[in-house]
């Protein structure tokens, strides 16, 4: 469902990504990891279609530029991306109007209960905490029902009942048969429910796991043994 | 103190050394610095002009008490609010609970700062020559005038602190202090008029009198830079340490109230310090850093949405919606009443057609730096309009909606007061009200095509460059059809029209630009900085 292919990223002389190819398929949780600096943040930019690349990205069979990506893709951004004049409410109606949605009060109000912000709806982008903000992010990034969704390291600054719901939620897509990508150093909070792994340093791809393929699932080892030498 | 003194001089010293990595910056500030010595040296060699009659320096005591007044209101306004600071987060969180004197403390983060003050005042130094040629002053004068700045700035800044800790949750204390500035405000204003009345002169002439009085060098901050500089400018040297002076004991005072109750001060710079850092970080991630951040919103449960439509437009009705927010009549903002004002002032005092243009050109460079800083360039850093599934055209044309429309409203506004205290006729301020619309336009193009050709430029210097260099190309060619067309073929009876083709050339650009960057969202990065 998600196709990178050969995408390279250049800051002037620096090469932030180079000649990278991954694929995510239906039902598939990879995973982006990597030290600081690596380029997985800019490498989901690339996907998300925000930053410009040389290289093919396709979404669903379509350019990630072309409304159609657009439309299938979700992206949760490591910042949370906010309007500091809208409500909570208001965020949600402006993304249901933006994609077009039809139906989607029902669908909007659940996901704020899920994330606890339903009492809150009428509270300005400016009056959120971080983990608040974050929260709404990931609403407004659900909310049009993306087949393939990116997140940036989703879980920080989320409160421990945030942090298991947003869990809950990936393995419901995972089954609903959406692609995920999950740039994280968070090694743990993916434990449970990735299914491939892709390693980056300076902005290359240094090795690609499956989950099967790791005979004892240790995320955390298999990111030592692979930054510290092995490929 | 040894950590201190430490601190300060390995950050300099690390200030200096980070040029080396950026050789175009290193060589601009070596070429500001060569020009600035160069400038004093000619001063200091050149004789002064003796047959030279020079402007009046009262003009120059009309900026200073512009500049005074501003800092004092909005100063007051941040100390009313959050306070203002010496300090930075890594002080918060190294130096603050590091075991040294917290006066000591204070006293680094005085010095770092009128450091800072001093560099980012130096742009007086540049006006040597202005100033010279101006009112014939010579090197000491601007070098006073210089300090007397900075002095002034840093006042301000240490006032804000101190009305902080007197203001802090006590409302009373905060209605006093808003009455005192308002009082202050409005003893000005009556002093002018009285002035008016009693010597039949205009507002300038009524403003010019009243700062070169005796009484007006007496105001706390606001007149005490002129009694300074009037000293200076008199050779009275008891003049000019009075006046310092004044500055020095106001400034102990609320130092002292900071060191009061054992130096304690720590929370009350706290809070200042961290919405400082927040905005710089908003600046550095690219976040709004809109003025309304500040302003408190109250959203009431029974408020209904305005958000219409499906698709692109929505983006549209988003800005309504935030606008509404900042400003109860929605594009009637503190803008437009302070340009309608400006605009009055200007027809009543100015009436002559060459005024009218001068003023027209002033609005319109004042809008270029609105629009190109304004609410398209702030969605250009969000993601949603990159990744809503609609074409780059129209989600374009509906992100630029407001910024169309504002200064539409804005000109209805500016020129019928133009026109009714008659700074020109009615006809021509109509066409004036066109330029000044159509250059909105104009300049959003202009937002489009920086987005273009610079959204992937990392150098912030050949981005300015580049953009100065489009902008003259843009805007050369409306200026001097309409000037030639004005000079060599419309009639005196029509020479109201003199704008339009500047208006036409404008609009016709600005949808040139728009429809040549329409597939911009598609070709270009998010921007992470204004």
Redesign the interface.
Known sequence: MLSVNNVTKK??KLVANDSISLGVARGEVSLLLGPNGAGKSTLI?CI?????FTGDINVCGNDN?S??A??D?G?I?E?P?L?????I??HM???A????LENWRDRAEHLLERFELDDKK???G?ELSKGMQQKLSICCGFLPKPKVILFDEPLVGLDPQAIKELKIMIVEQQKAGNAILISTHMLDSVTDFWTSCNIMMEGKIVAIRHRNENSDGDLEDLFFRITKGER | MKALIYLIFTQMKNRILALRKKPGMMILYGLVLLIMIALVIVIIISDKPTDKTFSDSRILYLFLTGFGLLYLFTFTYSGLSTGSTFFSMADVGLLFVAPISSKKVLFYGLLSTIGKTMLTSIFILYQVPNLSNMFGYGFMEVLSLFLIYVVMVLFFQIMSMGVYIFSNGNSNRKRLVKALLYGLFGLIIVSAYIIMQKENVGILDSMKLLVDSKWFGLLPGVGWPIMFFKGVLAGSIIQAVVALSLFVILGALFVSLLTANKADYYEDVLYSTEVTYQRIMDYK?G??V?S??NRK?K???K?K?I??????I??A??HI??IK??SRFVFIDGYTIFLTIAAGITGYSLKNEMGAYIMLATLIYMLYFITILGRLKLELM???I??????SFKKLLAASMSSILKPCVDSIFIFSIFAIVGGAGILQCIFMALAYSSSGALFLGLTVVYQRVL??Q?NKVAQVFIGIFLLLIVITPAVTVSILIALFVLPESLQFLSTLPYSMISLISAFFMFYTCRNLL?????SNRI
């Open positions: 800051y002037g930019k998300a279609g925000l930053l410009k530029k409304i159609q657009k439309r893709l992206y951004p910042v991306a309007y500091e004049m809208l409500t409410w208001e109606e402006f993304i109007r933006a994609y077009s009428k509270k300005l400016k | 991630e976040r709004n809109s309304a951040s919103v959203v009431s449960d408020e949405s958000l219409k439509g499906k698709g692109a929505v983006f009705y988003k919606l935030e927010r900042s969000n993601p949603y990159y990744m809503v599934p609609e074409s959204g992937g990392p598609d070709n270009t990065e998010i």
